[in-house]
Structure formats: C-alpha cells, structure tokens
C-alpha cells in the first residue's frame, strides 16, 4: 500500500461535504479505491448509519443500497482490522446488503480477523442473515474460520447454518440453509472439518432423526432413511442424504485414524442408522489400502461388530455383508463364530409375539412350530445370501446352499429392496411378510374368515388393505395360492380383484403362472353375476360392493397376457393358454352392457381419452383386441378380433378412449397387417381436407406414444396436414406437456436429420410454413433438448439439425414476426453437442432477433463463460443482449453473474482490444452500480 495516503483532515471534510446526496456518494465510493480512507472515515461517522429497509404501500419490504458498503468490501483484504472495526458497530443494522457484505468479507479476510465478527453475527442469528446472502459465503466463512485456525468458532457457526432445528411442522425439520444449499455445501464444509469432524456432523443427524420423530425412546426406524449406506436411493438432494453422506465419508476417515473411538461415538447414539453407518464406514476403510499396523486395528473393531447382537437387525443387513465380506478378505479363517452369531439372532426371532399371532390363525401347537421354522429358514437364507458364499466359513457355505437349493437362489441379494411405509389406511391385519410364511390353503382359508369388525373410521384394518397386501404378495411369489380351488365361490370381490391384479403384475415382472389356475378363476368371475352375496363391512371404501372391479381386474389380467412377447421373454404363455386368452376376450365382445356403463359413468370425468382408455373395461378390452391382432394373420383368432376390433371402433364414442387405443396400439396393428392399416388411415385418423375429434384423439395418441418411423410418418402424413390446418385447437388424446402439433412437428425435424425427410416434403412444408410460430419453436427445441439428453450424437444427424437451424435462421431474418420460432436455442447451446464456434455468432444474431431469449439466460450461463476464451467480443456481444432484458424478479440473471459475467469481461479486458477493453470496463462499472457489489473483484481475480 505505499502508494496510498491517509487524507488529511481538510480533505476528509471536504469531500463529505462535496457529497450530500446517494448518487454522490455512489460516484464518490465506487471510485474509491484507497484502503487508508477506511479508518479516517469511520472517525468522522460516514460508515455509521447504514439506511434500514423501507416498507412500501404494498407491505412488501425494499432494501436501500449503501455505497459505502461496497468500498468496505473492495478493500477488506487490504485492510481487514479498519474493515472489521467498522462492521462490528453494525449490529443494529437490518440492511440487507450489510448483512451480504458482512459475510463476503468474513469469507475472505484473514481468519483472526474474520472470527471478531461472531458478536455482530450472534445479534443476527434471530432476524437471520439477510436474503441477499449468498450462500456459498455464509459457508465460506465458516470454512474460513475453521481452516485459518479459528476452530472452535467455526465449529459454533457451522452448527448455526446446518444443526437441524426443529419447526411448527411436526413432519418438517428446519435449517439455516435452504435444502439444495444445505446438499451442495455440506461437503465443502466437511473437507475442512478433518478428522474431528465425526463428533461435529455426528449429532446433527441425530437431530434431524429425533426432530423428523424417526429416532426416539421408544422407536427406532432411521434405517428407513437409506437400505445401504453406500449410496443414496433418492433421486434428488436432501438434508437427510446430505447429512447421511457427511457421516459416512467422516467415519471412514476417523476409523482409519482411530476405529475403537470412532466404533463407541457412532454406537453411543444408540441409534441403528448410525450403526449402518459405522458398518459400512469400517468396511470401506479395510477396502482401502491400509499399512499393516493400522488394519490390524481395524479388523479387531470389525470383529467386535460383526458378533455384536445389535448389529444382525433386519435394517442392518446390506451393511453387514458389506463388512463382513471385507474382513474375510483379510482374515478368512477368523470368522468361525459367525455361525453361532447368526444363530443365536434367527433363535430370537422365535418369540412369544411372534408365536402370539401365529396364534391367531391356528392353535396347533405343531403348525405353529413349522411356520416359525420358515420364518427363520427365510432370514437365515437372506443374510447368507447377502454376505456370499466366498465369504462364508465352510459350515454356512453348505447351509446358503442347502436354502438355496429348497428355496430358490436370491437374485442380488445386496441390492437395496424399496421400503414402502403407510401412516394411514387402507391397512392389513396382517402383513405381507406374514402372508408370505402361510401355506396357500392357510392363506385363502384366513381371507376367507377374517372379517372386518371396525366402523369405517381411520386406520383400521380392512378387506381393501389386506387385498393390496394379497396383490403385493402375488406380484413377487404367484404361486402363493397356488393348487387352492373354489376361490371365486370362497372369497370376497375385493380378494379377488387383488388376485387378479396381483397376477398381472407378476405377468409384467417376468414371473410364470399356473396358467390353469388363472384361466379358471378368470372364466369363473366373468361368468359370475355382478351382485356378491357377502355382506357389506366396514366403511363405503373398504371393500368392492359387486363384482364389477374384479371383472375389471380379469380384463386387465387377459389383456396382458394376449400380448405378444419375443421368442426370449422370460414369460412365454402357452399356445393352449393364449387360445384360451382369444376365447374369453372374443366372448367379451357379446356383453354390450360395458359400453354403455363407460359412457354413463365417464361423462364427467376429466381425464384424457388414454387415461380413460387404462381405467374402464369395454377399452381395456378393446385393446386386449389388438394385442390378439399382433400376433398375426396365422392364428386362429385374428379375423375374429380384427372383426371385433373395427365394430367397437364403429361405436359412437363421446370421450374418446376407443380412439386412444387404437392410436397407443398403432404400431402392433401395422405390423400385423400393413395393408388393412393403410386401407382405413383415412377413417381412422382424418384426412388432408379435415378431420373429427375422434380423429384427432388417434391421431395425437400416436404421435405422442410412438417414436418417429419412418412408414408410420408416410401413413400418418394426411391426417398431419389435415390437424396443422385445423382452423380450432386439435384435440388432445393424451395431455402432456406438448403440444400435439409440436408431436408432429418433433417426428418431422428427426425425419429431416435423419435424412428421411427433405424441407421440400409436403409435410414438412406444411408444418414451417402453417403451424403456429410458438410450435415450431417448441419441435426444434425439443429436439435439441434431447440431444443434450443424449449419450452421444452421430455427427451426421448433429450437421442436418445445424443445417436446419439455419434455414429457420435464415426464415427469421426475412420475417422477424416469426421470431419466437429460434426461442428454443438455448438447448442446442446446453446440448454440448455443437462446437462453440458455431453456435457462438448464431447465439449472438437469435438473441438480437428475439430478446426473450434472455429469459432462459441462466440456462447456459457456463456455456457463454466458457466461450470468452474462444472468441472474446461475440461472447461479451451476446452477454450485453441477453442481460438487456430486464429481470422481474432478479432470479434469472443470478447464474450469468456467477458463471459468466466475470469471465466474459475478464476475457474481453485481457483480449489486446483497446476498444472491447474500454467497453467491457464501462460495462462492469455499470452493472457494478445496479448492485453488483463483487464482480470488480472478481474480475480483477481473473484478470491479474
């Protein structure tokens, strides 16, 4: 700092009474560059009086910009104990940009500095810490703190932003940090944390597992919250997972250094998630490359764990095989005692609750004993299966394949299952589990006599609960009733309907049925009036009424299984079956009740034509139809059903689902006869000249349930042409987030770079020319946004859509009203799929031609700032047009200033351009007075 000055006196005096108004003192302080001024000005009062936030008519709340803030900021590196004596006088303060700056600074400067800013910051901790806070600063001055050896006060900060709190929602935990904060972050602050880390994060999940009431005294169910500790089941972020991560990556690195104090920190929890936690952490550290004196430790602890009774909990299971099957690595022959652990936690299952609702069903003494011995045998197999025969002592290996061989091998046996929990109804007197130790005759003779004795109201249990956990049990184990006769006689609808649900999705997950079983009880509930002679129980939903849902449910079932599957399909049904399968759909085709029920009781639905096609009978049937069409003219059905199929299509359908179908099943029915199909495109989908409602429900199910094909596209051509000249809005078979139109013009835009296609195709023609601006701009950019979707792209198909853009490019040019046709630009910049020098000067001339653009300007922030390096002046060109577009809520231009804007002016300042130099600093002076208070900063940072 020697070429500054302190000012003199006379000076100090003269310049505040040079600058009376805000806009003076902005000029004066944003041109400020002298650390020394800091401590002068303080003393005559300037940094005093930060303004406080303004409440407007509206009760909506304004913060009022301090210039002077922004110099603090500027120069707190140079002269953090000026900066930090000014700060610490704020505590009153509510200024939103104070509280910014405050943690921008405390980020930043020096650690010894930064911690004597905790008495400013505890006199906020009540009010909060400002809206305009970033984030990442709020953390940054924790990790600052702990890094610069200001331990014990980054500690307390850290537990300020991400120690759980508990909120006025019982099911909802609070933290400082927003939720997507609180995940991206976490790690960062974890890094600087070290090895006493454990004992830090530790107690924050505690919290959030007491908080969320999934850990208490009386209960323990935190497991829940991940099957295996490995990796996260979720497919988003959250505090949970985060703080899951947290622990888990700190207790490898502490068992590492010290396994015996890191095994009692998790373990005093008493809590199993954090055993989960210190299984598997043990487990990865004996993964890891280790010197021989400190594996020796962690194989001792390992050892401690395994035989440790707590540890063989259900919920531990995938954790356990985890470490286990790493310690046999290193001590194959330690693990003799396994057998007795394993045995003593399976004798344990035997007890007297478990005896008590055994109970319940049978009081033979010697049905009960076998229905323990089951249960066991089914633990004992999964736990020997998810360690592993390689890592089994010779004794378990022979018994995991004793189990297997009566049993049945477990498919990945240490994949996580999904865990399905209910706080309400409908619930099961019993569960699935207990369902699944009956014997068949057991089974259906307890759905028989159990009867629902409760009155309707909350949680109880009932027929419509304990037949989902019937259809769940099916869906995994089909055979669990199996050689059982007289069902349809014997047990309610409800069960019956599950059964046959139940079977379905067995069907669909691959499993074999016996067939004869199902056919029968299928033929028998059809046949079957649709009154039930079983009296009604419970309340108005807990069980099925009649027998209508469970002819439903036989439908869905026989729909199915017509489906023609592939020589290697894992489910493969008969030739007799499916005969059998034709002839009950085909008899359907008598009831004529079924159509008329659909339009009574559709009539005011507000479902679309294909969600209505899934939910009533007469289309279900009807497409059962065309899956018995698919299987070709040589069957013995196929007249039958194709007779059958086009007299249901001939109906007067008011809503629809009969069209759906036949748009959804287009495919099969085209390659079943190809000629029948081309022969009826014009009744079933409409023609050039115009075309029905139903029409058009066909004809937009099939585009939006089909990729692009090429024949499809030649048959469908007409009805295209005929729904883009629609003079009213085309009818919406399926409603989904596009458009049909934008349907037809995504099937178009792949013919085009598929080369299937040319821009002179009537079709084609039609769409760029006819269709609504907005679809066609919708098609292109879908188009591109599978493209960044996408693995990898033939640069063929990448070089015609980038011929394509240009043509649309060049249409634009010549009719600028047509400008919202390029407003899907974004994606082929997101795509990562172009070179930057293409689409670099085409970005710059779309957002000149269409300023809207910029509203999706924060979607390739990282793209632009990447590009300055390759080409300076077009970068900062197509930054100065996107940021004209003014923000309504100040969000979307948050991700240019983080992850272009620095870069884009640092390039240009540093490009040997004088003129693009002088722009680019003009530049950031003016988005530096609309309250960037940083971007000099970090420009400077880029830039030196």
């Known amino acids: 700092m020697e070429k500054y000055r302190e000012p003199t006196d006379e000076q100090l005096k003269e310049v505040l009474r040079r600058i009376p108004t805000l806009q003076l003192r902005r000029a004066f302080f944003e041109g400020l560059k002298n650390p020394l001024w800091v401590k002068a000005l303080a003393k005559q009062g300037a940094f005093a009086n930060p303004p406080e936030p303004k409440v407007l008519d509206d009760g909506s709340v304004r913060d009022i910009y301090w210039p002077e803030i922004d110099y603090l900021v500027r120069v707190s590196n140079e002269v953090p104990v000026d900066v930090v004596d000014v700060l610490v006088k704020l505590t009153k303060s509510n200024n939103a940009w104070v509280k910014r700056a405050v943690f921008e600074v405390g980020s930043s400067i020096p650690a010894d500095q930064a911690v004597r800013l905790r008495p400013l910051i505890n006199f906020w901790v009540s009010t909060g810490f400002g809206w305009r806070t970033d984030p990442r600063h709020l953390v940054g001055f924790a990790t600052n703190l702990l890094s610069g050896g ?95 991560d947290a622990v888990r990556d700190l207790a490898i690195t502490a068992m590492k250094q010290d396994p015996q104090k890191s095994r009692s920190l998790l373990l005093d929890t008493k809590m199993i998630l954090a055993r989960k936690i210190a299984l598997f952490s043990l487990s990865e550290a004996i993964e890891q490359d280790v010197d021989e004196s400190g594996m020796a430790p962690l194989l001792d602890v390992a050892y401690e764990l395994l035989l440790d009774e707590p540890s063989l909990s259900e919920g531990c299971r995938i954790d356990y095989a985890d470490l286990a099957r790493a310690f046999a690595k290193r001590r194959p022959d330690s693990l003799e005692k396994l057998a007795t652990a394993l045995d003593l936690a399976c004798a344990r299952l035997d007890d007297e609750r478990l005896r008590e609702w055994l109970a319940r069903e049978t009081d033979d003494p010697a049905a009960i004993n076998k229905s323990v011995l089951q249960y066991q045998d089914a633990w004992m197999h999964r736990w020997l299966a998810a360690i592993g025969s390689d890592a089994l002592p010779a ?159 036989v439908v869905g079932l026989l729909e ?35 159509f008329s029920r659909y339009v009574v009781g559709a009539k005011d639905s507000s479902m679309d034509a294909l969600t209505l ?52 099943g287009l495919a099969r029915l085209f390659i079943a006869d190809q000629e029948w199909v081309e022969l009826r495109r014009g009744d079933w989908f409409g023609a050039e000249e115009d075309s029905s409602r139903n029409q058009q429900f066909a004809l937009s199910v099939a585009v939006a349930t089909h990729r692009h094909h090429k024949q499809l596209l030649e048959l469908l051509g007409p009805a295209m042409i005929g729904a883009i000249r629609s003079t009213e809005a085309v009818a919406v078979g399926w409603r989904t987030e596009t458009d049909p139109l934008q349907e037809i013009g995504g099937w178009l835009v792949e013919a085009v770079i598929r080369g299937e296609q040319t821009l ?50 060049e249409h634009v040019r010549e009719h600028p009203a047509d400008k919202e046709e390029l407003s899907g630009f974004y994606w082929v910049v997101k795509s990562g799929k172009f070179e930057t020098g293409w689409w670099l000067p085409r970005l710059k001339e779309v957002a000149s031609l269409d300023p809207t653009l910029g509203r999706q ?14 080409d300076p002046h077009a970068a900062f060109d197509v930054l100065r047009l996107l940021l004209a577009v003014q923000d309504e809520d100040g969000l979307t231009s948050y991700g240019l200033m983080r992850d272009a804007v620095p870069q884009i002016l640092a390039a240009a300042i540093t490009s040997g351009d ?14 530096g007075e609309q309250g960037n208070l940083q971007l000099e900063s970090e420009v400077r940072a880029l830039t030196s």
């Open 150 to 244: 200001q331990r014990e006060a980054g500690i307390w900060f850290a537990n300020l932003l991400f120690k759980p709190m508990k909120t006025k929602r019982l099911d909802k935990t609070g933290t400082a940090l927003e939720e997507y904060w609180y995940a991206h972050e976490l790690p960062r602050l974890v890094e600087k944390l070290g090895g006493g880390g454990l004992a830090v994060v530790l107690p924050w999940l505690v919290v959030f597992e007491r908080s969320n009431g999934h850990f208490s005294k009386k209960s323990d169910i935190s497991y829940f919250a991940r099957d295996s500790i490995r990796v996260s089941d979720r497919e988003y972020e959250d505090v949970e997972q985060a703080l899951i």
């Open 613 to 664: 096609s899934l939910n009533w009978r007469w289309p279900v049937w009807l497409r059962g139809l065309t899956h018995l069409i698919a299987h070709g003219s040589e069957t013995g059905w196929f007249e039958a059903a194709r007779s059958a199929f086009e007299d249901e299509l001939a109906r007067d359908d008011p809503y629809g689902a009969s069209r759906a179908v036949l748009g959804e």
């Open 560 to 594: 199915e299984l017509a489906k023609k599957r592939d020589e290697g399909s894992n489910v493969l049904v008969p030739v007799s079956i499916l005969n059998q399968v034709a002839e009950l759909l085909l008899g359907a085709a008598n009831d004529k009740t079924e």
């Open 914 to 927: 004088a003129n693009l130099k002088a722009d680019a600093e003009r530049y950031m002076n003016q988005l």
């Open 857 to 870: 300007r924060y979607m390739i922030s990282e793209e632009l700032g990447s590009s300055a390096s390759l």
């Open 395 to 553: 004794e378990l290996r022979d018994r995991l394949a004793e189990l297997d061989a009566r049993l049945g091998v477990i498919e990945s046996p240490r994949e996580p299952s999904s865990t399905i929990t209910s706080w309400t109804g409908p619930n099961s007197p019993i569960t699935q589990d207990e369902m699944s130790l009956m014997s068949p005759n057991e089974l259906v003779a307890h759905l028989e006599s159990w009867h629902d004795t409760g009155n309707g109201f909350g949680p109880e249990p009932s027929h419509e609960g304990q037949g989902r956990s019937v259809a769940a049990l099916l869906t995994t184990s089909p055979d669990a009733i199996a050689g059982v006769e007289g069902l349809v006689d014997r047990l309610r609808p409800t069960y019956l309907r599950s059964i046959m649900q139940g079977w379905e999705a067995a069907v669909k997950a691959g499993l074999t049925l016996n067939w004869e079983q199902v056919l029968l009880t299928a033929r028998q509930i059809l046949a079957h009036s649709d009154e039930s002679g079983f009296p009604a129980e419970g309340g108005r939903f807990d069980e099925d009424l009649d027998f209508r849902p469970a002819k439903e449910a």
């Open 760 to 809: 002179d195709d009537p079709v084609v023609t039609v769409f760029f020319s006819e269709a609504p601006v907005d679809v066609r701009g919708g098609a292109m950019g879908h188009v591109a946004w599978r493209f960044m979707r996408a693995d990898e792209v033939s640069s063929g198909i990448r070089d015609k859509f980038a011929t394509l853009w240009d043509n649309r490019l």
